[in-house]
């Protein structure tokens, strides 16, 4: 494909994804399937427009609108061109499969990168306007720092799975396939890829050698100490990476539930665990009604719950940017009420000693410490276990490496702290029965 006709193509997959309200990794696959002459270098290079194109558009939307722009796929796509330094004539000519020529109203976009000089911080730094608040109170002095740093291009890590071998003959595997990394930061499992290429399409992979996961949420599955033998539950499992990683700490023995309410997700959990060789997992779809007779009947016999709640999203905005823009405030308060209603169910299933590990990949306040705090004046039988007692735990167990990033009781993950996805972790005990 020449280069126009890349451009096109990020524009019709832009443009798509807003149209219906779609997360833009899955209207860039049917995109895909749907045009199958399109080549792997090609792909890569209209999903590096699109993302750019992503991380930029508070940016480019406030200076569409002082040039009296209303915002279109194309015109932020021109606008990413822009601040890359590209003639727009080149690419938006009209020719076969290139963008149509900019028609007299559009051509004020080229006037935006004077305008971009004087943005306020907010379009600066690419966020939405209403979050401003909720940021400042997350990162304070290191706002710049922290934003920038979710904005920038997300690496590749990897979990290597142990139930398939030692970590040392998994890794010569990998190194024999090409993979070339190294270790992730903190997690001791984890290998950070220099060069990905197409993972999903390796043998290793297909033999269930490693999963591709971040090491933030690596480290969130490590600190459940999960071990062999006990009853652990994933309460929000979704597709199961942090289900395959508890499998692999308790080496498929002891009964490992998987649950959630969406049950492709479900569909899709079981095809990753038959292909890394799990056999402890069973998965169950949860009803959406609030009396679930099978939660009455586990009351208080789980050694570990694990409750990696639905939430903003707001801590891998740089592999999700498309997710910044649609979400809005009403939108997170219903998060936070779901979240709480989850944390007082799912809490019912921890007995006496076990842990409740409550985790969000989100970095606003909101979804994190204040909702431990209102869950723990309603519920007088529960303990903050401090994190820095929980990591030395999994130093033992080396799933973890190096000191612990975190002072306080709580442990948030940030990609300007710990080169991690944005992540939140307390981990709770149950100090008392329910009854009591």
């Known amino acids: 494909m020449q280069p126009y006709a890349q451009t096109q193509a990020a524009i019709e997959i832009l443009a798509e994804a807003e149209e219906i309200s779609r997360p833009v990794d899955r209207v860039m696959s049917f995109y895909f399937r ?10 890569k290079a209209i999903a590096e427009q699109v993302y750019s194109t992503l991380r930029q558009q508070g940016l480019i939307d406030w200076a569409l609108q002082q040039v009296e722009l209303q915002p279109t796929a194309r015109l932020r796509v021109a606008g990413q061109m822009l601040l890359e330094g590209q003639d727009l004539s080149q690419t938006f000519h009209g020719e076969r499969f290139a963008p149509r020529p900019l028609n007299g109203t559009e051509k004020a976009v080229e006037g935006i990168l004077e305008k971009m000089e004087h943005a306020p911080t907010y379009a600066k730094l690419n966020y939405p306007a209403w979050a401003g608040k909720l940021l400042l109170k997350a990162f304070d002095e290191r706002l710049h720092e922290a934003m920038e740093a979710l904005n920038e291009q997300a690496p590749t890590d990897i979990r290597m799975n142990l139930l398939k071998g030692k970590k040392d003959r998994v890794a010569m595997i990998l190194a024999d396939d090409g993979l070339e990394g190294e270790v992730t930061p903190l997690s001791a499992n984890g290998v950070r890829l220099s060069n990905p290429g197409n993972l999903f399409g390796m043998q290793a992979f297909r033999d269930g050698l490693f999963e591709v996961q971040d090491a933030g949420s690596q480290i969130i599955a490590a600190l459940c100490l999960a071990q062999p033998g006990m009853k652990v539950t994933d309460y929000c499992a979704g597709a199961g990476g942090k289900t395959l990683a508890l499998a692999a700490a308790m080496d498929n023995k002891g009964m490992l539930i998987a649950g959630d309410i969406i049950e492709p997700k479900i569909g899709e959990l079981k095809k990753r665990l038959r292909r890394a060789g799990v056999d402890n997992v069973q998965t169950q779809v949860w009803p959406i009604e609030t009396k679930n007779t099978w939660l009455k009947r586990r009351k208080q016999t789980q050694d570990i719950v694990l409750l990696d709640v639905p939430c903003s999203g707001s801590g891998v905005w740089r592999r999700n940017p498309d997710a910044k823009w649609v979400l809005t405030q009403e939108r997170l308060d219903e998060l936070c009420e779901i979240q709480q209603s989850i944390l007082q ?38 303990k903050i276990i401090p994190v820095a007692e929980v990591w030395a735990e999994a130093l033992k167990a080396e799933t973890v490496h190096g000191r612990c990033p975190v002072s306080g009781p709580m442990m948030r993950l940030a990609p300007h702290t710990t080169k991690t996805d944005g992540f939140f972790l307390t981990v709770l005990e149950r100090t008392e029965d329910e009854s009591n």
């Open 34 to 43: 749907n045009n199958r002459y399109i080549g792997s270098k090609d792909k």
């Open 345 to 382: 169910q799912a809490s019912a299933l921890v007995a006496k000693g076990g842990r409740l590990v409550y985790a969000t990949c989100s970095v606003f306040e909101e979804e994190n410490e204040a909702q431990i705090e209102r869950f723990l004046s309603e519920n007088k039988g529960f």
